[in-house]
């Protein structure tokens, strides 16, 4: 059970919510929607007690877990001595029940007497998701649970989740795919700073929140007109120098005001966001070619002879399940990680700009703005006007780059790939944690990019709106020709 009545809290001068409210029963499953930086996790933080209330009432019934969507620092895996501690501290659960929820989420390569602290980033966040479901606390909040997962993982999740017996809160760009357990939708309204709630499935809510915003464009538009017409009035009156015809014409102009002040916000999904991407510098034909390319990790072989190259302004999709080397090729490509042996061909005017779902070259002690202009070079208006376009506003511009959502940091990310002359963007599951509003948003400004492309992502749509010419296999080292 979560009850939450009058909840406020602000990061800094900046509110996040305001008199928010909600309640979920005991049993219910729900999803939390709601665009990137809008507080998302901000609440989760304060179900769990993390973090604190400005005002309001925040009370949880029963035994409660997150597993946020980035496990940077979770004290219990650095002090268990295996993963099966880790999993079942209370040594409760079978071996082999373990085993099949480990290798359902990709970690199937791992015995439960490693180290749970030897893994990577993404599995240590998979590890924490299958901790969780070995454990059923009476409240499961999940923070992107599929972030890291291939199709085949993300459907094992939804469906595992479908059958949880107890409260379950998720927050997840694949909620279609646990539509048919959900019966309640909960969203934070970025305007209002509230949080709406909405009875019945995903697929309910994304039609009553259209026919709603729908409404609301209708009535700002009318406003609107409305107020045009005041305006041509007032504009008609201003040569009436009469006592009476001043008066009205100050309160019809103090009515314009009036008027204009309670307009409405547009809905963010109804704004048309225009990007202007620099043209790519100059690169020959073929500006990479990888030859023969091997890589082994220990006993296990990564890459083997393989062979690529990409041709100036083409795009190419790199597909693969989960460890098959893709992010490990893209390192190579990039200089990042040595082969131990083949070859790296670059023309010598090759650009490459690397986004990364780690966020490896980002400086977390930075603002956003101190970012944009260490790495850009920009001018004072131009920054803002760049960092205004992929929805940082304000005082947004000033916060550091670590205190941002992982849906935020893609946003400055692709933000500073575009924002140069790069001509080859490299792009490894760019859409990981991205609302849909904002992968629309990154998905158009790319698409407008006129250099060479290479494409990872999970999420067949994106890749089909890009139309890449080609796609190569892993691990079958295969180059296809794309219609």
Same mark, same amino acid.
């Given at each position: 059970?979560i009850?939450?009545k009058?909840?406020?809290?602000?990061?800094?001068?900046e509110?996040?919510? @305001?008199?928010?409210? !909600?309640y979920?029963?005991?049993?219910?499953k729900a999803?939390?929607?709601?665009?990137?930086? #809008?507080?998302?996790?901000? *609440? !989760?933080?304060?179900?769990?007690?993390?973090?604190?209330?400005?005002d309001?009432?925040?009370?949880?019934?029963?035994?409660?877990?997150?597993?946020?969507?980035?496990?940077?620092?979770?004290?219990?895996?650095?002090?268990? +001595?295996?993963?099966?501690?880790?999993?079942?501290?209370?040594?409760?659960?079978?071996?082999?029940?373990?085993?099949?929820?480990?290798?359902?989420?990709?970690?199937?390569?791992?015995?439960?007497?490693?180290?749970p602290?030897?893994?990577?980033?993404?599995?240590?966040?998979?590890?924490?998701?299958a901790?969780?479901?070995?454990?059923?606390?009476?409240?499961?909040?999940?923070?992107?649970?599929?972030? !890291?997962?291939?199709?085949?993982?993300?459907?094992?999740? =939804?469906?595992?989740?479908?059958?949880?017996?107890?409260?379950?809160?998720?927050i997840s760009?694949?909620? @279609?795919? /646990?539509?048919s357990?959900?019966?309640k939708?909960?969203?934070?309204?970025?305007?209002?700073?509230?949080?709406?709630?909405?009875?019945?499935?995903? @697929?309910?809510y994304?039609? *009553?929140?259209?026919?709603?915003?729908? *409404?609301?464009?209708?009535?700002?538009?009318?406003?609107?007109?409305?107020?045009a017409? =005041?305006?041509?009035?007032?504009?008609?009156?201003?040569?009436?120098?009469?006592?009476?015809?001043?008066?009205?014409?100050?309160? *019809?102009?103090?009515?314009?005001?009036?008027?204009?002040?309670?307009?409405?916000? =547009?809905?963010l999904?109804?704004?048309?966001?225009? &990007?202007?991407?620099?043209?790519?510098?100059?690169?020959? %034909? =073929?500006?990479?070619?990888?030859?023969d390319i091997?890589?082994?990790?220990?006993?296990?072989?990564?890459?083997? @002879?393989? #062979?690529?190259?990409?041709?100036?302004?083409e795009?190419?999709?790199?597909?693969?399940?989960?460890?098959?080397?893709?992010?490990?090729? &893209?390192k190579?490509?990039?200089?990042? $990680?040595? +082969?131990?042996?083949? %070859?790296?061909?670059?023309?010598e005017?090759l650009?490459i700009?690397?986004?990364?779902? %780690?966020?490896? $070259?980002?400086?977390?002690?930075?603002?956003?703005?101190?970012?944009?202009?260490?790495?850009?070079?920009?001018?004072e #208006?131009?920054?803002?006007?760049?960092?205004?376009?992929?929805?940082? $506003?304000?005082?947004?511009?000033?916060?550091?780059?670590?205190?941002?959502?992982?849906?935020?940091?893609?946003? /400055?990310?692709?933000?500073?790939?575009?924002?140069?002359?790069?001509?080859?963007l490299?792009?490894?599951?760019?859409?990981?944690?991205?609302?849909?509003l904002?992968?629309?948003?990154?998905?158009?400004?790319?698409? /407008?990019?006129?250099?060479?492309?290479i494409?990872? #992502?999970?999420?067949p749509?994106?890749?089909?709106?890009?139309?890449?010419s080609?796609?190569?296999?892993?691990?079958?080292?295969?180059?296809?020709?794309?219609?």
């Amino acid at each position: 059970m979560i009850f939450v009545k009058d909840l406020s809290y602000s990061y800094g001068r900046e509110p996040i919510f @305001s008199g928010a409210s !909600f309640y979920l029963d005991k049993n219910q499953k729900a999803g939390l929607v709601g665009s990137n930086g #809008s507080g998302k996790s901000t *609440l !989760f933080k304060l179900l769990t007690g993390e973090d604190q209330p400005d005002d309001g009432k925040v009370e949880v019934g029963g035994q409660i877990m997150l597993v946020p969507q980035e496990v940077k620092h979770d004290p219990q895996m650095e002090k268990a +001595p295996s993963i099966r501690h880790y999993l079942d501290p209370k040594q409760t659960a079978e071996d082999y029940e373990l085993l099949r929820i480990i290798s359902k989420l990709e970690l199937a390569q791992f015995s439960l007497d490693s180290s749970p602290r030897n893994l990577s980033g993404g599995q240590k966040t998979k590890l924490a998701i299958a901790r969780a479901l070995v454990q059923k606390p009476d409240v499961l909040l999940l923070d992107e649970p599929t972030n !890291f997962l291939d199709t085949e993982g993300k459907n094992w999740v =939804m469906n595992f989740l479908g059958r949880y017996p107890k409260t379950l809160l998720v927050i997840s760009h694949d909620l @279609s795919l /646990l539509d048919s357990k959900i019966d309640k939708i909960l969203e934070i309204n970025l305007q209002t700073k509230k949080i709406d709630e909405y009875a019945g499935n995903y @697929s309910s809510y994304l039609q *009553l929140k259209g026919e709603k915003e729908n *409404l609301l464009v209708r009535q700002i538009h009318v406003q609107e007109r409305h107020i045009a017409q =005041m305006k041509k009035g007032w504009l008609k009156m201003s040569h009436v120098k009469s006592e009476k015809g001043v008066r009205q014409r100050l309160q *019809l102009e103090k009515r314009i005001d009036q008027l204009s002040a309670s307009l409405p916000q =547009m809905p963010l999904q109804a704004k048309k966001i225009k &990007i202007k991407l620099p043209d790519p510098q100059w690169v020959g %034909e =073929m500006p990479l070619i990888a030859q023969d390319i091997n890589k082994t990790y220990g006993s296990k072989v990564v890459l083997n @002879s393989v #062979s690529f190259d990409i041709k100036r302004g083409e795009r190419i999709a790199l597909s693969g399940p989960n460890g098959a080397g893709k992010s490990t090729l &893209i390192k190579i490509l990039i200089g990042l $990680t040595l +082969p131990d042996s083949g %070859e790296i061909v670059k023309d010598e005017k090759l650009l490459i700009g690397y986004y990364s779902q %780690e966020f490896e $070259t980002f400086d977390f002690q930075k603002t956003l703005h101190q970012t944009v202009k260490d790495k850009c070079g920009l001018p004072e #208006s131009t920054i803002r006007s760049l960092l205004g376009r992929f929805l940082f $506003t304000g005082d947004q511009v000033f916060q550091k780059v670590g205190s941002l959502s992982g849906g935020e940091k893609t946003r /400055l990310s692709i933000a500073l790939l575009l924002a140069q002359n790069y001509n080859l963007l490299i792009l490894d599951e760019p859409t990981t944690y991205l609302d849909v509003l904002s992968q629309r948003l990154i998905l158009e400004a790319i698409k /407008l990019y006129q250099g060479a492309m290479i494409v990872v #992502s999970h999420t067949p749509e994106f890749i089909s709106e890009l139309k890449p010419s080609r796609q190569f296999l892993l691990p079958e080292n295969k180059m296809v020709l794309l219609s």
